[in-house]
């Protein structure tokens, strides 16, 4: 099928050119992934630093358990017992909590060592000092500060790790395109359908109400293919943006295509209601973590 765009016939749906957008962070073969464009804002944004090398290791498939996240995770529990101790009261077992996360904290701080920086031994000693004095409100403001810490790593990379090394690869993701009867990449069907649903709504504005039809067959097709993909990761919870409401849409788009003349202005209106409730909603889960792992060496 021809690609056909938006921008020449006129649709004014602005949420459209997202409908391929979880395709374009994955390059079709023998297409190498272009920048953006001169004038593109995006090519002023800043560049986040890559994340360390030394985090492939710490997680599947490299190693057979997270072994970053579990660390972490135990690092957390850790310093919460501080805090349960101490609103207790109980600086004695504050104490030896505190022991405890001081052990994990320096554990942890090795694993990376391009983040060694961010975890300074120095931000542990307010709390030591605190805890030693026996003063729970002394002691509570210094686990306080302490905190900020840690949040001031999160911000900067939890986020990141979390896409690159807690989701599946889009690109190694295999479908069964209906329309073209074979397997392809899971971009070429998302752009596949892309096509398919531009033509059912610029061959509606233009009346073309036979090619409308065998547009929106395409679509639809495409999109319950692009549904059982889905399943391979989220199994028997579909999301709402492919679930029952989405499905009686895509119903009423068929329907409304066997009008003639066609209404079109009631095509537009639950064409982007499918766009921003379907489409639009699966790019802002999906989007950054496709783009991440797209980044990561």
Known sequence: MTHRTCSTKGLAIGNLLLLGALAAWLPQQGVAASGPEPGDPSSNAAVLDPLPASLDRLFPPQSATPVYRDQMAELGFAYSAIFDDLEERDLDEARHSFESFRDRYRQVAGLVPEWRSRMPEAVLRPLESALRSGDVARS???????????????????????????????????????????????????????????????????????????????????????????????????????????????????????????????????????DSQSCFKCHLVHLPAAKARAEHR
């Not at 500060?145 to 001031?152: D, E």
């Not at 392809?184 to 059912?200: N, R, T």
């Not at 990761?233 to 003639?260: F, M, S």
């Open 140 to 274: 509570r403001d210094a686990l306080l500060a302490l905190r900020g810490t840690c949040a001031g790593c999160h911000n900067a990379n939890m986020t990141r790790v979390q896409q690159v090394f807690h989701w599946g690869d889009f690109r190694r993701i295999e479908a069964i395109d209906p329309v073209a009867g074979r397997s392809v990449p899971f971009s070429a069907l998302k752009w596949a359908m892309q096509d398919s649903f531009v033509g059912v709504m610029t061959d509606a504005r233009q009346q073309q109400r036979a090619r409308a039809q065998q547009h929106f067959r395409e679509f639809a097709a495409r999109f319950d293919a692009l549904r059982r993909t889905c399943a391979g990761c989220h199994g028997d919870e579909v999301p709402k943006y492919a679930g029952a409401a989405i499905g009686n849409r895509i119903t009423q788009l068929g329907l409304l295509l066997q009008a003639e003349p066609i209404v079109a202005a009631q095509v537009d209106v639950l064409t982007r209601q499918i």
